[in-house]
């Protein structure tokens, strides 16, 4: 039974997903640190993870999908004179979804394992 | 390596760079005036250039840091004021090269840039907070 509330495949993605947006609050940081650092290429979640994650979550087995890592973005294209391509609007706007998405992670996590206290002692925690 | 707070190493970087950026321009707005400088000649600008680095937790982030800093050569206006004691023998007298408004754009920028970052770790402490109550 606790077996098949932990290897629930929404519980196994969001796992991945809170790794993700964590390692994506990174991207994000830095290229708000570098804001002003003239020839300064953003970088943001690799594209390697969110295909491998999306084929794997259709296929049902999560297990193959690669840790989160960060790369530079190729998609971003305005570019300023001196190189630096970070729209501080656009990262600051990413940063507050990319935190919301975690909080929804998180309760969703806590969630399941409320579910499953529930279980166990037959009353909801609180 | 993750960190409970993520990016913190980074956004520390850039929260110290712009801390030496505020500092260089206020070194420059408080000698605006000044006609004798440590060498003996007029004060000369100084500007910040900043460099990213890869950060060392290999996360793949970007770190900031000065590179240099180094002195705006252009030179400054000369006004006509026989009496200063640093004036030539035509009683011209060599400015320094400041721009209080140019300044006062680059404080504005450095410290919104600081603020930006302020925002980043105020976002990154409450999404450790949150992963804290977990499964409560």
Not at chain 1, 37 to 61: E, I, W
Not at chain 1, 78 to 103: A, F, H, P, W
Not at chain 2, 15 to 37: K, W
Not at chain 2, 99 to 105: C, G, I, R
Request: glycine fraction near 6%.
């Amino acid at each position: 039974m606790i077996e098949s509330l932990f290897s629930n495949p929404n519980y196994e993605a969001s796992k991945l997903l809170l790794d993700a947006t964590a390692a994506r609050h990174e991207a994000l940081a830095s290229n708000i640190a570098n804001v002003e650092t003239p020839g300064y290429k953003r970088v943001d979640l690799s594209k390697n993870f969110s295909d491998a994650f999306s084929a794997q979550l259709k296929a049902g087995d999560l297990s193959s999908v690669p840790a989160p890592s960060i790369q530079q973005d190729p998609t971003a294209t305005t570019e300023r004179q001196d190189g630096n391509n970070v729209q501080i609007d656009k990262e600051l706007m990413d940063m507050s979804s990319n935190s919301l998405q975690y909080d929804t992670l998180t309760e969703f996590v806590s969630g399941s394992l409320k579910q499953l206290q529930m279980a166990i002692t037959g009353r909801s925690s609180m | 390596m993750m960190n409970l707070i993520s990016g913190v190493n980074v956004t520390a970087s850039a929260l110290s760079a712009e801390q030496v950026r505020m500092d260089v321009v206020a070194e420059n707005i408080a000698n605006a005036y000044t006609t004798h400088g440590t060498d003996g000649t007029a004060y000369k600008r100084k500007v910040v250039s900043f460099e990213s680095m890869l950060d060392p937790t290999g996360t793949g982030a970007q770190s900031v840091k000065v590179s240099q800093i180094s002195t705006d050569s252009t030179p400054g206006p000369a006004i006509y004021d026989p009496g200063n004691p640093d004036a030539n023998k035509d009683g011209m007298v060599q400015m320094p090269n400041v721009n209080l408004s140019t300044e006062m754009v680059d404080l504005m920028t450095a410290s919104r840039a600081y603020e930006a970052n302020l925002a980043v770790i105020r976002n990154a402490r409450q999404m450790a907070a949150k992963a804290l109550t977990i499964g409560h």
